[in-house]
């Protein structure tokens, strides 16, 4: 089992940043992907960035150039550091990890207003 923990959402203007971090526990060294993906109300849940355990990265095309995905592999932690937010940001982001199975973190709010 894997247990992923977010932090660091919040309210934030639009143009600010805001960083992400996404602490795993548990059966660690299973984990072969780790990311974040995001659902806004009415919805559906959508991927923002993906980080493999080799360092390579994905991004959705609406954020490409503003946010950057990297993981401390130490610390077991992945990072979402999200730079010129706009109020289309605004979701809950969801940390996500892979290891044959798919986990999930509880969700942090990300407002951005105008």
């Known amino acids: 089992q894997v247990r992923l923990v977010e932090s660091g959402g919040g309210l934030v203007q639009a143009g600010g940043s805001l960083r992400l971090s996404c602490a795993a526990s548990g059966s660690i060294l299973s984990i072969n992907a780790m990311g974040w993906y995001r659902q806004a109300p009415g919805k559906q849940r959508e991927l923002v960035a993906i980080i493999n355990s080799g360092g390579t990265t994905n991004y959705a095309d609406s954020v490409k150039g503003r946010f950057t995905i990297s993981r401390d592999n130490a610390k077991n932690t992945v990072f979402l550091q999200m730079n010129s937010l706009s109020p289309e940001d605004t979701a809950v982001y969801y940390c996500?990890?892979?290891?044959?199975?798919?986990?999930w973190g509880q969700g942090t709010q990300v407002t951005v207003s105008s």
């Open positions: 996500w990890g892979h290891s044959g199975s798919q986990y």
